[in-house]
């Protein structure tokens, strides 16, 4: 090989050392700054007012349907502040041709036009069903995906946060991917109902917040002994209140806990009246999974 050639060669080389070294340095630079972002949106604050978090990206609003992106900009216009964010608790599943679609039910019965389950028809096919709200009323909205969805709360990123609840038909890994490719990483957190589960998602995508359930210390314990650090972790500590210890003990590794009022709590409030819920916030209780976004609001202003 001529000295010509030689240089050539070795350009060339460079080149490509270059481009790969390129293309897995930035994606982790950007992970770790993605992680950081996220922690700040989640984290716990003392004196924030509680935030809010509806249950089904809905609750029982009239004319908004659960997991509906018109039901999300509603409660994002009511709610949504810049130093208050909304969260959208919303549900995905998987349709038969592999779309992840915005879904509670394992049917389409109860929230739909159309009737079956979900994982036997296509996205195709779900198109043609509307939208029902929980009093059983038909309205113009349909199932959107789980990409349309974070495409469009990543244009509402400073009032609009999620929690994403991930269905036994959907593989974590194609929730993650969406999350990345959608760039909302900082503002979406993922559900998981054990620490199992929790660990293996920290290890997948350690850039992302994780709800974990902690209703007692042994809870805490297995999830930080699996590796799950204190900054990935939301707390749901259950659907009733724990002891004020357990807000206390979260709150100076600085994680935020969910109370789901959601059921019992709820109708609770309905009975004895909404400020029940700013004595939930009192208590310890810094973000509300409720089927009353608007009323928790009101409550703990």
């Known amino acids: 090989m001529n000295t010509l050639s030689r240089s050539i060669s070795l350009l060339i080389s460079s080149s490509v050392l270059l481009t790969l070294s390129l293309a897995t340095c930035t994606p982790k630079a950007n992970l770790v700054g993605t992680g950081n972002r996220a922690y700040e949106n989640f984290r716990y604050r003392p004196g924030l007012t509680a935030r809010v978090s509806a249950h089904r990206g809905g609750g029982d609003l009239k ?33 038969k041709d592999s779309l992840l679609v915005m879904m509670h039910d394992a049917t389409l019965d109860r929230t739909t036009t159309g009737t079956g389950k979900l994982i036997d028809q296509t996205y195709s096919q779900v198109q043609q069903y509307k939208l029902e709200d929980n009093f059983g009323t038909p309205t113009p909205y349909k199932i959107p995906t789980l990409e349309e969805v974070l495409r469009w709360g990543r244009k509402q990123s400073e009032t609009v946060h999620f929690t994403l609840d991930v269905k036994r038909n959907v593989k974590f890994e194609k929730v993650v991917e969406m999350v990345r490719k959608t760039g909302t990483g900082q503002t979406a957190a993922v559900i998981t109902y054990n620490a199992q589960d929790a660990a293996r998602l920290h290890k997948m995508a350690p850039e992302l917040m994780i709800s974990v359930t902690i ?10 002994d699996l590796g799950i650090p204190d900054n990935r972790m939301i707390a749901f500590v259950g659907t009733r209140e ?49 089927d009353r976004p608007l009323e928790v609001a009101r409550a703990v202003k």
Do not use: W
């Open 215 to 224: 209703r007692n210390q042994p809870e805490y314990d297995r999830l930080h």
């Open 63 to 95: 004319g908004y349907p659960e997991n509906c992106i018109e039901s999300f900009a509603y409660l994002a216009d009511q709610l949504g502040t810049k130093t208050n964010p909304v969260i959208i608790e919303c549900d995905i599943d998987l349709t």
């Open 242 to 290: 724990p002891d004020k210890a357990l807000y206390d003990f979260l709150h100076a590794k600085g994680i935020a806990t969910i109370l789901g009022t959601l059921g019992n709590l709820d109708k609770q409030a309905i009975a004895k009246g909404d400020a029940l819920y700013k004595t939930f916030a009192q208590n310890g209780a810094d973000i509300m999974s409720t």
